[in-house]
Every structure is written in structure tokens, then in C-alpha cells.
């Protein structure tokens, strides 16, 4: 079973920020938060992932909480592109044998003109 | 840099024969991935090898089902018998077996068995 909570949907309007929450309570201290995007047809895209601090790169920033039990995805300035279904997803890297993915449902983000 | 590569990207057969789906991983990449997606039961993992070696095939729906990993460069999915039910879209995604490495993914292969 997943260990996150997400909205199963999401309204944005175009160019402004979308803030996507997810839930993870029963996270571990070797467990890192990814985030992914799969737009119609297409294979999921890895978009970011954090363990404990916030991160930031070219496609969004990823807020994780003090305690590690939620975090929020940020897209700064969403496009209508930016449509898509989006996985947080907890996943063990402890050791040689990675963890596999364990998809939820995710979150329908609907960016609108 | 080429991405993970799937072949075919679509295949249409009947029930009874047998389906081979192909992937490439990226170079580099020592752990491989094959996952299915279906509306009813969302993305599932079928197996993943590390280092071509197959480490958890608890997915894998039933004995119709093998997958192997001859080399580093190449994976298949074969489905002998295959039945309706197995229409779907098969996901293969590749990483470097390191802590934090993100799963790169194909862009599938949906099949359809009539």
C-alpha cells in the first residue's frame, strides 16, 4: 500500500503558483519523499525528491515539514503543460537493493487559462 | 542522453499468443524495473532486477508471466499465454543502485489483447 495522502484533485489557474500537499505520517529516517508526474500517455516523470532539508531545481521546489510527516510540491508558475496526474511517493534507499515505487492515486492537477 | 527505450510502443494480439515487450535501460543503470498500469488498479511493479539479477518478482500476476535480464543493456516482459485481462500499459524504468538515485521511466508499451 502507498504511505502517502494526497488531494485526489487540484484547480490552478495558469501562471500562478501551485502548492501541492501530501501526507506521510508514518514515514522512516532512511526514507526519502519523490515526487513524480505522469501527463496523459506518457511514462511517469521524476520531477524532485528530498529527504529531510527543502529542495529546489528547474521544475519546482519541494517543502518538507521539521517532523518529515507532510510535504508540499511547488511549482512556481504553473503552465497549462503542467496538467498532469502527480505522485508523492516515500521510498526506502537504505542499502543495495533499491526500494521499488509504490504509486498511490496522486493528485489531478488541472491548470486552467 | 537517450532515455529508457521501449519497444514496441503499441501491440494488438489475441488471446493465446505470446507477447514479448522489449526495454533498454539508460547506460550506467544497474537496477531495472517493469511496472503495469491499468484505470482499475493504478501503477503496479511486476519485478525489478539489480545488477540483472531478478530481486522481487512478487508481482508478477501468475506463472503466464517471465522476465528476464540477459545483460546490462537489455530486458524483456513475455506473456505466454495472453488473456484480455492483461491489456494494460507496461512501464519499464531504470536507476543507479544508490541511495537518493530517482527511477527513470519509459514511455510504455500499451497492450491489448482481444
Known amino acids: 500500500d502507498a504511505k502517502t495522502t494526497q488531494p485526489p484533485s487540484m484547480d490552478c489557474a495558469e501562471g500562478r503558483a501551485a502548492n501541492l500537499p501530501c501526507n506521510h505520517s508514518?514515514?522512516?529516517?532512511?526514507?526519502?519523499v519523490y515526487w513524480y508526474r505522469q501527463i496523459h500517455s506518457q511514462g511517469p516523470q521524476y520531477i524532485i525528491h528530498?529527504?529531510?532539508n527543502n529542495e529546489t531545481n528547474e521544475m519546482a521546489s519541494l517543502i518538507i515539514t521539521e517532523d518529515r510527516k507532510s510535504s508540499t510540491l511547488i511549482l512556481p508558475h504553473a503552465t497549462l503543460r503542467d496538467t498532469a496526474v502527480y505522485y508523492c511517493?516515500?521510498?526506502?534507499?537504505?542499502?543495495?537493493?533499491?526500494?521499488?515505487?509504490?504509486f498511490g492515486k496522486g493528485t489531478k492537477l488541472s491548470v486552467k487559462p | 542522453d537517450a532515455g529508457v527505450i521501449q519497444s514496441p510502443r503499441h501491440e494488438v494480439t489475441e488471446m493465446g499468443q505470446e507477447v514479448t515487450l522489449r526495454c533498454k535501460p539508460i547506460?550506467?543503470?544497474?537496477?531495472l524495473f517493469w511496472y503495469r498500469q491499468t484505470m482499475m488498479r493504478g501503477l503496479e511493479l511486476l519485478i525489478y532486477?539489480?545488477?540483472?539479477?531478478?530481486?522481487?518478482d512478487s508481482g508478477m500476476p501468475e506463472d503466464r508471466f517471465s522476465a528476464k535480464m540477459p545483460n546490462a543493456s537489455f530486458s524483456t516482459l513475455k506473456i505466454q499465454p495472453s488473456e484480455p485481462r492483461d491489456s494494460a500499459v507496461y512501464f519499464c524504468?531504470?536507476?543507479?543502485?544508490?541511495?537518493?538515485?530517482?527511477?527513470?521511466f519509459g514511455n510504455g508499451t500499451r497492450l491489448t489483447v482481444t
Open positions: 524504468a531504470s536507476t543507479r543502485d544508490r541511495a537518493g538515485s530517482p527511477l527513470h
Open positions: 508514518t514515514i522512516s529516517g532512511n526514507e526519502y
Open positions: 528530498g529527504l529531510k
Open positions: 511517493i516515500v521510498r526506502d534507499n537504505y542499502g543495495g537493493s533499491q526500494g521499488n515505487l509504490i
Open positions: 547506460s550506467g543503470h544497474n537496477s
Open positions: 532486477f539489480n545488477n540483472n539479477v531478478p530481486i522481487d
